[in-house]
């Protein structure tokens, strides 16, 4: 989830046009784009052993399909928003969709595994620079806080359902031809595109825009990620995995001292002296972790432990969908009685203790209970991101916005990436892959405990959560 730095209007370069016809229609582009984002996060999962029977490749292969996708739009979120403000929003989003479409198209057309993986990784940037726009649109076209809240919470679902129907319909999809979780996008790509253009254009600002920081921050993130999916399979003591662990903590110092000593930083430190901010960001890595990270373990696990075919793994991921839709029109009206600081909390809590569930679960429990035990984590989900997207922006400056935005989304997918490579590194020896994916549900859901800790202990009531 995720803005840009919204335009103040004295800062303007080019008058706003005209107020847009309906709102409705920046919110229904907004929500598609959030849409297909989040799902082409998870719809692979479902469809990496169909992949890599096709293409080839083994474990490590697999992970690049999944974390070519999510690191890209982790490192570039915090610099696309520089970028959407250059040009506006509504700008931004279609060149931004546009490149993703091309993309999808190149996925789908993927001859080789190393084609999939460039063409996902394309993908990715195409996400980063539409990410941003997706709520500036929105509070470009509800100036009203109330009705920007109920916006938010229409594209906060567009998001969910998402997550929670990428394992679904890359399951359906499978089923004919993987190529087809790709193809989907364009149809729903195309609507968003007919929308977009019932928008009036966005203003545009002359903001700075931080290279050393930005290059740091992708050779930081993808150092790491690189470390641990190649430390998995070859071994963390052989060369190139130490190197890319060096420049990972290399590109970090810098990073920092850019943001410290930089002239324009694009993630200023004092950000982080708000304790909802950094509660809130915590709470995004844990439950992207956690989401993200089950649906990867259990992808596989269905397939390659339990023999099911890829439709009929979607179909295990079915309940779980439907819990998820249906929580996310409800977070709105629960945050409004009991506060986003609680929704939040309690929607981390009921997560974790689905993760835990899953944990004590026997390897050879049925598998109708597996797809209900899979509820809470669903349900937990639906519960806490809405309210953690409402609590962080209610707690900056409107010209923060689009900076908060971008910050939680980064934490957000950077969380995802690091527990496809952690957990597929876990899960690499198919002799230990029942007590790795243990292990893997025991790092979701002791993330998930600390974050919600944290924010029990660090956060009171305040007008927000009233």
């Not at 700075?208 to 930005?214: K, L, N, V, Y």
């Not at 324009?264 to 992207?288: I, Q």
Request: hydrophobic share 55%.
């Amino acid at each position: 989830m995720t803005s840009t730095q919204l335009p103040a209007p004295g800062n303007a370069t080019t008058p706003p046009g005209p107020r847009i016809a309906s709102p409705a229609f920046a919110l229904g582009a907004a929500l598609l784009g959030f849409f297909v984002i989040t799902l082409d996060a998870l719809i692979v999962s479902v469809a990496l052993p169909t992949i890599g029977t096709d293409l080839g490749g083994g474990m490590t292969g697999l992970q690049w399909v999944v974390d070519g996708y999510t690191l890209v739009l982790a490192a570039l979120l915090l610099s696309a928003g520089s970028i959407s403000d250059r040009i506006g929003a509504r700008q931004a989003f279609g060149a931004g969709l546009v490149v993703f479409l091309i993309a999808s198209a190149a996925c789908g057309f993927a001859p080789a595994l190393p084609t999939l993986v460039a063409a996902r990784l394309v993908q990715g940037a195409g996400a980063a620079i539409m990410m941003p726009a997706t709520l500036a649109l929105i509070r470009e076209a509800y100036p009203d806080a109330g009705q920007r809240t109920r916006a938010i919470g229409f594209w906060a679902l567009g998001g969910s359902v998402g997550s929670a129907a990428g394992p679904l319909l890359g399951g359906a999809l499978s089923a004919v031809d993987w190529r087809w979780i790709f193809f989907i996008n364009l149809p729903v790509g195309i609507v968003a595109l007919l929308l977009l253009a019932r928008t009036a254009r966005s203003p545009k600002r002359p903001v700075p825009f931080d290279w050393t920081g930005q290059i740091s921050a992708v050779l930081a993130m993808g150092g790491l990620t690189y470390a641990l999916i190649e430390g998995g399979e070859y071994g963390f003591s052989t060369g190139p995995v130490i190197v890319a662990f060096f420049v990972a903590m290399v590109a970090f110092a810098v990073f920092l001292l850019a943001q410290t000593r930089g002239r324009h930083p694009m993630l200023p430190l004092s950000f982080f002296r708000s304790r909802p901010v950094s509660v809130t960001l915590m709470a995004g890595f844990a439950l992207n972790v956690g989401f993200y990270g089950l649906t990867f373990l259990l992808s596989l696990y269905f397939q390659q432990l339990r023999g099911l075919s890829a439709l009929a793994t979607g179909i295990a991921f079915l309940p779980m969908t439907v819990l998820t839709g249906v929580m996310a029109l409800q977070s709105a009206r629960l945050v409004k009685r009991f506060g986003a600081r609680g929704v939040m909390i309690t929607g981390m809590w009921i997560m974790a203790a689905g993760l835990l569930i899953l944990f004590f679960l026997p390897g050879t429990a049925p598998i109708w209970l597996v797809a209900v035990l899979m509820m809470p984590v669903s349900l937990g989900g639906a519960l806490a991101v809405p309210a953690m997207t409402g609590l962080l922006l209610q707690s900056v400056e409107p010209a923060q916005a689009g900076l908060a935005s971008g910050v939680i989304n980064t934490f957000r997918q950077f969380g995802g990436a690091l527990a496809v490579a952690v957990f597929g590194a876990l899960i690499a020896d198919p002799d230990a892959f029942l007590s790795g994916m243990r292990i893997s549900l025991a790092i979701g859901a002791a993330l998930l405990v600390a974050a919600a800790a944290a924010g029990a202990l660090a956060l009171r009531p305040t007008a927000a959560d009233r």
